[in-house]
């Protein structure tokens, strides 16, 4: 009811103006969802029925599971490796003066801003040059290089938090510098840790563009319907973006309220 | 780790310790000796070396010179981990994310105490510090006296050959710091552990300790019982920094066969140190100095400024010849009133001796 109230207060073309940007955004994700349920194979207006065929013809399509399985596995690995090494980078760089750590994170943050593409072109030559075949093992270290900067700018924030004297406790308590670590550092940090590898596992289950450039024979679900598009208008195609829509979009919210709940 | 503790030996033994930051001298050669069962307080303003020494005791410093002894053994390269002290921080520093219980129990854990013993110590100890009922609240919904006690229970549950305590009161307001003041003391005295106490309140450091040492720019002044460094100071810092004190020079001359301290044309006593012919610094506390009608013999001269009820003193403001004097008397005495002409005297034992005057 309270809520309610203090909607009212918002002036109407406030809500006007967000309301517009709202179906902006997302009317394409509601018509892609709306058509994984289509009953005709027609990609149009009149609505003609709800039907799960297309989610059948995934499911029973040994192409589609297979990139569903392999986009699972880049996903999981680049979660774990990028979790553990943004920790182990976050506490590097904790310690050091505030000068030494912008410029390490300066450094740290340049795959953020570098271009996608030139990226993922760059990293082709590179591995042709090195005699590494293009694959999913290819693939996951790229999206690993990809998604380090965003995890290690949510743990070295909570870094910037923790209270190092708690060690200190810790220590005086006769506890070993690695026993101290697991016992107060990582579960007061965890929260963040957890988080930012759901937010890694989500960039990693929708990258199309290193994926595109590296992964050779071993395509990964966008790649896959990157290739439908192509081919035809194939209405599986709904179904396969829906099903990454609800998967990528539940590791972002679970990832959301994770770093949020970390509040020490 | 389970030393046998060597009870003949003190408790800790510093030994021409040495600590500096960079070319900042922290700790200059600072010798010390603390008791079995003492309560030992390191008092000092901030920046003095205190907790630079406690850390050092704590073995989160380590001394460039010197050694440290605990025991009797040699704990001087031995890291916090693996010494038989444990130590009171300042500010708590609590886990956030673990119940009382198992803050409390923490080092006991490490220590791969049994769980069962681990839960009656445990219990034990949160009921000798008064915090039993919050056994199962997580540290962090616990207000600051709280956690104070926790605190130490979390430090004491381990039996620790010492407990060091860096200004642990210092977060809490007055009246609750009064409480735990007592509560330290009494604690202290009931389980036999030496206390070493790092405080900046004097009031605190007197009313608690069995000894006191005084603390300034890195160097340790003087050591004693609460009285002795009261009383007799041996030092001029210490003198100024523990309690009220009236400084003044005096021209010091025979008088009638007498060494006496001149001032305003009456003798004063002098300490026995004084010399002929030289002028001496001399100080008494404001308590130990009486207040009477003018015109006593062989006492100094002034006019009350002005007067001040404390309760249970009177509080006088005088102006003499050596400058403003503090005087305070039994609120029971006869009061005299601002512009009054008084005298002022004392004992031969109030005077405390600060040495030749630098002219």
Redesign the interface.
Known sequence: MRRLARWRRVPWPSILYVGAVLLFLFAPLAIVVLFSFHSSPRMAFPFQGFSLRWYEEIFTDVEVVRAMGRSAIAAVTTGLVTAILGTLAGLGIVGLSSRTKGAVMFFAMIPMSFPALLFAIGLAVYYRELGVGFSLGATIAGQIIQSLPFVLLVISATLDRF?F??I?????????AF?AFR??TL??ILPAVLGSMLLAMALSADEFIVAFFTAGQDKTLPLIMYGRINIKLDPSINAIGTVLLVVTSALAFISARRTSKES? | MSATPDSTSPAIELVGIEKAYGQAPAVRHLDLTIAQGEFFSLLGPSGCGKTTTLRMMAGFEFPDAGSIRLDGHDVTEVPAHRRQVNLVFQKYELFPHMTVRRNVGYGLKVRRVPRAEIDDRVDEMLETVGVGAFADRRADQLSGGQQQRVALARALVNRPRALLLDEPLSALDVKLRKRMQLELKSIQERLGTTFVYVTHDQEEALLMSDRIGIMNDGRLLQVGTPREIYGTPADPFVADFVGELNAFEVEVRKVGGRVSGVVDGSPVDVPSSASTGKRWRIAVRPERMEVGPAGRKDALHGRVTELNYLGHTLQYSVETAVGELVVRAGAGDVEREPGSAVSIWWAADAVIDLGEATP
């Open positions: 209270r004297s708690l200190e406790a810790a220590r005086d308590l006769g506890a070993g026993h016992t107060i579960p007061i020490l």
